[in-house]
């Protein structure tokens, strides 16, 4: 969760333009689905980490980071897997995944400034192992592929608020995902807009719920409202599995929510 440039919050939550699944109605755009915002966060979060050491905020806390390592220990996901961060801005779940024993991993952001603060914390963390790429998850320049595990904490939030046609951008992401995502792999994705329902909806084709990760309750707005929906979530850990593109066999990538 971070601050905009007006010191308001930047988590994403959203507001619906219509009751329904966002399938069919979509979220009402916002400033937090557009790049703009968040070059301007981490360029602030660059200067203040430069100036006071702040590493700045962890989105949905430290309790979601130690939730998706304790999964991938219990699966015994090997510490050699390749994992993608999508989104990974001050890269601080990377640093953690290292602390863990994990020791292939990749992070990308489409902001430059959010790479710069990833590559100056690790540095400050004695940390040198770790992949870091200016990357648009949804227009990929490189050849990035054959991850074990791809991580979303709040990404695909994001990218469903953008202004500029967010549903053919979800389906942009959902390419991608089966694009980058090894089969049999695992696709964990933490979220406080979607509902398992909703997200299964939008990640059919090519994958299946794996399992849910428990999660503790939180309210945002409390209430239902006309025209808009502020709802009582948590910020849900889910993981699904991938199917072959086919259709035919099982694809073990799995998205965990």
């Not at 940390?127 to 979303?152: A, P």
């Not at 979220?191 to 399992?211: H, I, P, R």
């Amino acid at each position: 969760m971070n601050t905009d440039a007006d010191g308001q919050s930047g988590a994403v939550v959203a507001a619906r333009s219509r009751e329904g699944s966002p399938a069919a109605a979509d979220f009402v755009p916002s400033a937090l689905g557009t790049r703009e915002h968040w070059d301007a966060v981490y360029e602030r979060e660059l200067r203040t980490f430069q100036e006071y050491g702040d590493t700045g905020e962890i989105w949905f806390g430290e309790e979601s980071m130690n939730r998706l390592i304790r999964w991938m220990q219990k699966h015994k996901i090997p510490l050699d897997a390749s994992v993608l961060d999508i989104g990974t801005g001050n890269g601080v779940f990377l640093v953690e995944l290292v602390k863990h024993g994990f020791s292939n991993i990749t992070g990308i952001d489409y902001c430059p400034s959010a790479i710069k603060l990833s590559a100056s914390i690790l540095q400050k963390e004695g940390v040198s192992n770790i992949n870091l790429k200016v990357e648009d998850f949804l227009n990929l320049s490189t050849k990035l592929s054959g991850f074990h595990v791809c991580i979303d904490k709040g990404t695909f939030d994001a990218i469903s608020l953008n202004p500029d046609n967010a549903v053919e951008k979800r389906k942009q992401y959902v390419m991608s995902l089966s694009r980058v995502l090894e089969v049999k792999g695992f696709f964990l994705i933490t979220s406080c807009n979607w509902t398992k329902a909703e997200l299964l909806d939008v990640f059919s084709e090519g994958f299946e719920l794996f399992e849910e990760l428990p999660t503790p309750k939180f309210t945002f707005g409390g209430c239902l409202g006309t025209g808009f929906e502020l709802r009582d979530l948590s910020a849900s850990a889910f993981l699904i599995r991938g199917w072959d593109q086919r259709g035919v066999t099982p694809r073990p990538a799995q998205v965990s929510f």
